[in-house]
């Protein structure tokens, strides 16, 4: 029989998922950016995969209690790209259609990080 790999499953596991994704986020969050969030928020990260990178950004800010401001520097940082986007969008025209799209999209990731921050009040 196949022994199976047991990994516990993540809380954050549909917010992690829609950062790793950039065709729902509209975003591409480098490793470098999730480090740098986790630095201004006292979560030390080693170099990994992006995958684990904002797995363990999230779980270990949740752990020590950090987790709103992680929230808060996760919103910055996308208002800083949906900026960008806007800002392109008016010095480029002919590519302002997909740049708005982009900046939708941001607009929605920042509304999943919310969610998350109200959290579910069916747990605990």
Known sequence: MK?????ERSQFMSLENHFLNTFFSGLYLSAGDFIAVGRANGV???????????KDLLN???KAGSLSGVIA???TLIDERISTCHRL????PHARTP???LAQKATGSK???AREARGNPYEH
């Open 60 to 62: 270990e800010s949740n």
């Open 44 to 54: 030390d990260l080693q170099m990994h995969s992006r995958e684990m990178l904002i």
């Open 73 to 75: 520097s996760l919103n």
């Open 111 to 113: 509304a999943l990080l």
């Open 89 to 92: 969008s008016l010095e480029y």
């Open 99 to 101: 740049l708005a799209k």
């Open 3 to 7: 022994q199976r790999h047991f990994e």
